[in-house]
């Protein structure tokens, strides 16, 4: 612990470290508390792992490493996200550790699906995604050699059997709550409407994306910006990904639909891109149309696993992004896309 602290506080040194909490789920993660013998240091920091039973399905479906590789490659990104004291990583045992800040300490107030964002807050966070994305509008090997692993979004096997497998059970436990135009389709189908956007992802301009941006893996600060934690789905490919799935899992149903158009526009007046490869209002609409059939997949895949999210999550997320596939013809947008 200490020479992972001392890298941002040379000099200090840990002489006792105690576990404070420990919350295993999808990953392995606990708070510790430090004191030390010589200089200074965080009070507490947050270490993350692979929990062993999840770490194949992160392997085939290429998420594995994503975040380590990430924060040990020094790329800077231009929003707020929790610091990295130390990433490493273990190939041959599939496995890695972040030394993190313990973002409690910023005063940080992670969110969930059961307590959903203002619309000033979402608009923060979209302001954030933007930067993100202009920052690497565009990128290839070539311009950032540090991120050359970084692969381009793709609806592969690997992700589409965890789904095809899941989502019906999901439609099974949500059928008293969603909408009937959703319990219409197939559990396959519902997966192919995700595979045909996801195969759009690298229509170009792509950028870095988070890949993971729900509501679940975000933080309000005391101020209302917004950060985001947890980039193991990093990917590269269309902004739209990103975006339509923060700010459709992170507002009520009524609130998205009553100012995801205005939203749309904060996002898009905020990229700083060439004005010929920036969305127009009516592209931005389209391609935010089409990415609901995104989170609706994915989250009624989470429905139909157990040990991943809490039902009452899965349920908030999966009736939010139905709602938004119901209300905006994410189906016609995607054969608009098509065409």
Known sequence: MAAAISRRHPGARVSDVQLVTRDDGTNRRARFGLTYARGSGPDSVFLKAHAANHRLVHLRNGNLFNEA???ASGITLPLDHPLVYKSMIDYLRLDFLLVMEDLLQRGADPRDATRPMTVDQVANGLRGLARLHSEFWEFSRRTRPALRWVKNWKPTRGWQVGLRNHVPGGLERGRA???AEIMTLTG???VDLWARYVGKLATKPVTLLHGDAHIGNTYVLPDNDVGFLDWQVVRRGNWS???GYFLVSALTAADCREAEADLLEIYRDALDVPRS???????AWLWYRASTSYGLTIWLSTLGTDGYQSREV????????ASAFVDLDGRQALQQLGA
């Open 69 to 71: 590789r990430l924060f």
């Open 241 to 243: 990904q990103d975006v």
């Open 188 to 190: 396959d189908a519902i």
């Open 277 to 283: 490869q920036r969305p127009s209002r009516e592209e």
């Open 177 to 179: 709550d969603l909408p």
């Open 314 to 321: 899965s349920s908030a997320l999966a009736g939010r992004f």
